[in-house]
């Protein structure tokens, strides 16, 4: 049996986001979003999800790279003057596993993100961390032991199999590749661990940014069986900050990959059926 999850990231970041993300629900394929709740555009996002209810939203976790729900004074260590995690995964990664204050700061930011997101009213769907930072043992357990205290019970895992990358076009897998295969197999512990619900196998890394209409379309067509996540980074055109942050990805491609009717085809023709986060929740 072959179902799917079709889930965008960034939820919140800018506007143009947040309108494809809207389209991609109503006319196509789209089914959950992932909100950051510190975002530029975070107000807007979740006036859009209120008026989608069938739409699934669910905590997309800064801890790199992004703003923060709590000051810098606050996370002194961990955040430059700005507000804004550092973009650098090596330093963050040797503060949150080896610094006692920066699991403190950590642990106090993860929870004023479920808090922020608690307060919009909004029920949690799932949750997943901004550049997979919950990969990172520290990150990936306080996300699930905090979370739990907010009603999650469903998490991302990154796990992306190469066979139907090679089979849907042109492909090279590294040695990376397959060390981040293995390593995802603490964060399924973790999560199983917890009475999480998990995907099976998800796509959007490899093709990171530059998930088109063909690339999509051939790949929905050799999707394994299990439960995938195939997630995007959509907009429907880059501002300053989208082109600042992530100047080489396909926002608009992604968006279009969304609604398009080759992706449609491509799932019918796998007899992959469309589900959401709430739809795999252990009994």
């Not at 986001?17 to 107000?43: K, Q």
């Not at 790279?65 to 996370?75: D, I, K, R, W, Y």
């Not at 512990?189 to 940014?209: E, I, K, P, V, Y």
Request: charge should be negative; aromatic fraction near 8%.
């Amino acid at each position: 049996m072959k179902r799917v999850i079709i889930s965008a990231d960034d939820f919140g970041l800018s506007v143009e986001v947040n309108e494809a993300i809207e389209i991609a629900h109503r006319d196509g394929l789209l089914s959950t979003a992932s909100l950051m709740v510190a975002g530029p555009a975070a107000e807007d996002a979740i006036a859009r999800a209120k008026r989608l209810p069938t739409l699934g939203v669910g905590l997309h976790l800064v801890t790199i790279e992004g703003a923060s729900v709590l000051p810098h004074q606050q996370l002194p260590l961990v955040t430059g003057a700005d507000g804004w995690f550092s973009s650098s995964q090596l330093g963050l990664g040797v503060d949150y596993f080896f610094r006692p204050e920066g699991r403190r700061e950590l642990a106090a930011e993860i929870t004023a993100q479920f808090e922020a997101f608690a307060r919009t009213g909004l029920r949690l769907d799932h949750a997943n961390a901004h550049k997979h930072m919950h990969l990172h043992p520290t990150v990936g357990r306080l996300m699930i032991d905090i979370g739990r205290r907010y009603g999650l019970r469903a998490i991302r895992v990154p796990l992306e199999p190469p066979e139907p990358l090679y089979a849907a076009g042109t492909y090279t897998d590294t040695l990376g590749d397959a060390a981040l295969r293995r390593w995802t197999r603490l964060l399924r512990h973790q999560a199983r661990s917890a009475g999480m619900a998990t995907n099976d196998w998800c796509f959007g890394l490899a093709w990171s940014g530059h998930m088109t209409p063909d690339r999509v379309a051939a790949l929905a067509a050799h999707l394994p069986a299990g439960v995938s996540e195939i997630y995007f980074h959509p907009a429907t055109h880059k501002n300053a900050l989208l082109q600042k942050l992530m100047p080489t990805y396909e926002h608009e491609a992604e968006f279009e990959a969304l609604c398009s009717s080759g992706f449609r085809a491509g799932l019918a023709h796998a007899h992959a059926t469309p589900c959401g986060w709430q739809d795999i929740l252990p009994a």
